[in-house]
């Protein structure tokens, strides 16, 4: 049995030292006021990849970016007349928003799967709050439990499903109160869409906002953030699994052998390539090039999200 995480009470000794692992790249288990959250800095790639990692997803899933206080989501994402509303009412709070992202916005580009929006929730908990500030970045955060997994309201749910060699240490705050993720609500459209129910209740909502909303199900829209429209693909068409690029395609590689222009990691680490890879990808989406050509991937751990991702990115457009 591999050694679980140090489950550490949350106090100022703790928050210092749990700010500092953040820094440097490492997770670190919180408590909110809905679910325990696996934290890590959200504008560091390689702290998004490894996160992605130790939750074991075969996808990409876009994660919720935490942030301190409510102005903070203005450095972030585009604050529409909704969101004012919705953020007055109920921030801090168990309401997730999904917004768009401002151009020069400094979260990961992995931590949003791609997406040109994101989803931002000020949580409730007063040490949740605490932990962010202290670490001075906003903090992604997926419910800390391995994919398929129930969510986390108790330290030991969390340190029943991580090891001390994925997450540096977990912070204990008590039972959650709510013990349901937070509700998530999509204001990037005509409509907003209730994505996810969770505490903040759908009438609430109408009637913060004096309108109906649309529930995700409820028309044809599809339930699953990686199949929205909106997520991102090239507009050059994208070819996989290529040992040999053609003329006039942009390469992407992967490992040691391939010398090319650029890689998703010379040294054919996983991690590396899913932390380089949207960041890539956007590179060298230029329309100097007839298309992308990206070398196979290994479709193991977290190769299998990054092959997800590529899939989709070459699948026929719409
Ligand atoms: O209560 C919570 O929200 C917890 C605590 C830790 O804060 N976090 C949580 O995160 O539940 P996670 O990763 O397990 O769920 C994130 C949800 C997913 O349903 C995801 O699809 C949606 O948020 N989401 C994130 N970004 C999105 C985006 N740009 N567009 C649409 N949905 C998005
Ligand atoms: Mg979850």
Not at 23 to 42: I, M, N, S
Request: proline content about 8%; glycine content about 8%; overall charge negative.
């Amino acid at each position: 049995m591999p050694e679980a995480p140090p489950i550490l009470q949350l106090d100022s000794a703790s928050l210092a030292a749990a700010a500092l692992a953040l820094q440097e790249g490492r997770l670190v288990a919180f408590p909110t006021e809905t679910v325990y959250g696996l934290a890590a800095d959200a504008t560091n790639d390689k702290a998004i990849a490894a996160l992605y990692a130790a939750k074991g997803r075969p996808q990409f899933n876009p994660l919720i970016i935490h942030i301190a206080e409510p102005e903070e989501a203005r450095d972030l994402v585009e604050v529409n007349e909704w969101a004012e509303s919705l953020m007055l009412a109920f921030w801090p709070g168990p309401l997730t928003l999904v917004l768009p992202r401002l151009k020069d916005c400094p979260v990961s580009l992995l931590a949003g799967a791609g997406l040109d929006t994101l989803a931002i929730r000020c949580p409730g908990y007063n040490g949740a709050r605490n932990l962010i500030s202290s670490t001075g970045v906003p903090l992604a955060a997926p419910s800390a439990n391995k994919s398929g997994t129930v969510s986390a309201t108790t330290p030991q749910h969390v340190a029943e499903g991580f090891s001390a060699d994925e997450v540096e240490m977990i912070l204990a705050g008590g039972k959650c109160v709510v013990g349901l993720e937070s509700t998530v609500l999509d204001l990037t459209g005509e409509t907003p869409v209730l994505l996810r129910p969770g505490a903040v209740l759908q009438d609430e909502i109408e009637r913060t906002l004096e309108r109906r909303i649309e529930i995700a199900g409820d028309t044809e829209k599809p339930k699953s953030p990686g199949q929205l429209k909106s997520h991102y693909a090239p507009s050059l068409p994208v070819r996989l699994n290529v040992k040999t690029p053609e003329e006039g395609e942009a390469f992407l590689a992967f490992g040691p052998a391939l010398k090319a222009e650029h890689n998703l990691s010379e040294a054919g680490n996983l991690l590396e390539a899913a932390a380089n890879l949207f960041a890539l990808l956007r590179a060298l989406d230029n329309p100097k090039y007839k298309a992308i050509a990206v070398a196979p991937i290994p479709n193991q751990g977290l190769g299998l999200a990054i092959n997800d991702r590529l899939e989709r990115a070459a699948a026929p457009r719409g």
